[in-house]
């Protein structure tokens, strides 16, 4: 039997094993400034102390209402009491109602989910899937949520303060502890103020993966780390220990230092046979600028050749493998749209094309035309690969070609057009990625743009089915990636189940998806559309594509600076093409003065002739014919 009556707030105590850990303190305090003004409307519910002590109780489900009123007590004494119902119950009876009492409060983060899941896994031995049962969801709903606890109690700290987004935690918890630890230092996510936004990207984590196949180094070298020995026998690699099928295939080194040691023995050691090989060149094999090793060497003195602008890669072709064109064609099988014959056919022809393409590929390398080059910066740091270097010749004037006593061709002036073209070309993509990146920076420090982050303002007043429509709208407007993201944010739904070419199509199982939505999943949602559209990567225009997005909502924050950072660009645009269209209308002309004269037509000849000709000669000219 339950009681209710208002306890003094001095006799109650918070579970110290409650399994809620994370709390809003923005929301906390506009719940102590309701409480303030009226009061508790919902009762806590306690049970007597088991310790024993009389007058005493240990409190079970809310403690977010006990928080404040113990808040709105420090301002006014009088008020040092709460409503509570008064249960007997036991330690596991207890901890189930708060784990309940959490996961059915609207809007639950992923993270209290995590958390609460995991709390029915391990004190009540649920099963995942009784645990999906219980609270309605999938059992990949349930898993994918628990691997949220893999994550270090920084990044969880980061992560229920919407430091990052789902996607990006799903990210760093595959990190092991100490990569997590290092990703979060880096990323200086401890100076972070309320509101503000980490992006994670793919590529900020790959470098903690340890993913062995894209090593440098040979697997099975012993002498690259002598205790741990090689690789392919190593407990940390997720292929020996086979815990997860899938991790034969894409097999992880779970030691990251190890894996960070070694990559850095065998550059070392590449790096300084490749110094002493005259045929070996060095490549720069990313954008931007040269840094760090490449420009330590550039500065002492090595010929650096940078990605696109010295020389392009020659990638050898990839091997087909039968294992990805069966995951490739997953649902096909499943539909009975294809057969295990039908891939296996397409795997044979994929091969036969496979063994022409790299017949080519070893004839051009025995051609001697590409140079090999060993990579300083980048994806393939540490490894050698071919390259084609460009002919980036400087092109004289034909007369001071003469002086000089060089000589110069059509074709000398063609290359040199031609480049001026493809790095005026590239130099427009660095203005948009420029201007993109400004602008971006524009919008996040502003303190508009920052207050819409950090306080939620919204109200729940759309209809159910409005929150559907809108929800399907924004998953048919949105990119391919963004639609990926949508499936792994709110995980109730396979990737498969909705073929990417039927998202325009409102089938049922769409609306059956996005049937459970709840206003402020759709506001996630609508937040994560604009981030995808305004925040991606810029275009090859100042203002275009998603850029667009950008720029409009960068002129509802800061319009005079957005502006300003456009008309400057421009203007810089506008003087180098300039520049470049004045020296290609020069090498135009010198190639005109380079070409012979064509010989003139017989026809043209004629006209000549009859022009040249006096009355006397035509005369004398048909005397002759007549006579002949």
Not at 568 to 595: G, H, P
Request: glycine share 4%; net charge neutral.
């Amino acid at each position: 039997m339950a009681d209710f009556k208002n306890i003094p707030l001095k006799s109650i105590m918070a579970d110290e094993n409650q399994p809620r850990r994370f709390f809003d303190e923005t929301a906390l305090q506009e719940l102590t400034d309701s409480v303030r003004i009226n009061g508790i409307l919902q009762p806590v519910m306690v049970r007597p102390n088991p310790s024993g002590l009389k007058d005493k109780y240990l409190l079970v489900c809310g403690e977010r209402r006990f928080r404040a009123a113990i808040a709105v007590m420090t301002l006014y004494k009088d008020r040092n009491t709460i409503p509570a119902v008064i249960r007997e119950l036991t330690d596991e009876q207890a901890l189930e109602l708060q784990i309940v009492e959490n996961l059915q409060r609207k809007d639950v983060h992923p993270m209290e989910e995590a958390v609460a899941f995991k709390s029915l896994l391990d004190h009540k031995q649920f099963s995942v899937h009784e645990i999906a049962a219980r609270v309605g969801k999938s059992d990949f709903y349930v898993r994918q949520r628990l691997k949220l606890n893999d994550l270090t109690e920084a990044w969880q700290k980061a992560f229920f303060a919407n430091h990052i987004a789902l996607k990006d935690a799903m990210l760093i918890f595959q990190l092991p502890v100490q990569a997590q630890d290092s990703l979060y230092k880096s990323k200086n996510v401890e100076k972070c103020h309320p509101g503000s936004w980490i992006k994670i990207d793919t590529w900020d984590v790959d470098g903690y993966r340890g993913e062995l196949q894209k090593a440098a180094f040979d697997l099975t070298d012993i002498t690259l780390n002598e205790k741990a020995g090689a690789c392919t026998s190593c407990n940390f690699n997720t292929a020996v220990s086979v815990l997860f099928p899938e991790e034969e295939k894409a097999p992880r080194c779970m030691n990251v230092s190890c894996f960070h040691e070694k990559n850095k023995k065998h550059f070392e050691s590449q790096l300084k046979t490749a110094l002493e090989d005259p045929s070996v060149i060095l490549a720069h094999n990313t954008y931007g600028n040269i840094d760090g090793m490449a420009k330590k060497l550039k500065d002492e003195g090595s010929v650096i050749y940078k990605l696109y602008d010295d020389y392009t890669s020659v990638d050898a072709p990839e091997k087909p493998d039968l294992l990805e064109l069966r995951e490739q064609y997953e649902y096909e099988l499943e539909e009975g749209d294809k057969t295990e014959k039908d891939i296996e056919q397409e795997f044979s022809e994929l091969q036969v094309q496979y063994d022409k393409k790299l017949a080519e590929y070893n004839k051009k390398m025995s051609s001697g035309k590409f140079k090999k080059a060993f990579v300083l910066t980048g994806s393939e740091k540490g490894k050698y690969i071919y390259v084609q270097l460009k002919d980036k010749g400087q092109v004289k004037t034909a007369k001071a070609a003469l002086e000089a006593g060089e000589s110069i061709s059509t074709t000398d002036i063609d290359t040199e057009i031609t480049r001026l073209q493809e790095r005026e070309k590239r130099a427009k993509e660095l203005d948009a990625e420029k201007v993109h990146a400004i602008i971006k920076e524009t919008i996040l420090n502003s303190s508009s743009f920052q207050e819409v982050r950090a306080v939620n303002t919204f109200t729940p007043e759309l209809s159910r089915a409005e929150i559907v429509a809108a929800s399907i709208s924004l998953w048919q407007a949105g990119s391919l990636s963004y639609r990926r993201e949508i499936v792994k944010m709110f995980s109730t739904l396979k990737p498969k189940e909705i073929r990417g070419y039927d998202v325009y199509t409102c089938k049922p199982e769409l609306v059956e998806y996005f049937k459970d939505m709840t206003i402020l999943s759709l506001y996630d949602m609508l937040r994560s559309f604009m981030l995808d559209k305004l925040i991606g990567n810029g275009g090859s225009r100042f203002v275009g594509g998603d850029d667009l997005a950008l720029h409009n909502l960068a002129l509802q924050y800061e319009p005079d600076a957005v502006n300003k950072v456009l008309l400057e660009q421009e203007e810089i645009a506008i003087k180098r093409a300039k520049r470049v269209e004045d020296r290609i209308t020069e090498l135009q002309k010198q190639k005109e003065e380079l070409q012979p004269a064509k010989p003139a037509s017989k026809k043209k000849l004629a006209k000549q002739k009859d022009k040249n000709e006096t009355p006397l000669s035509k005369g004398i000219s048909s005397l002759l014919n007549n006579k002949s």
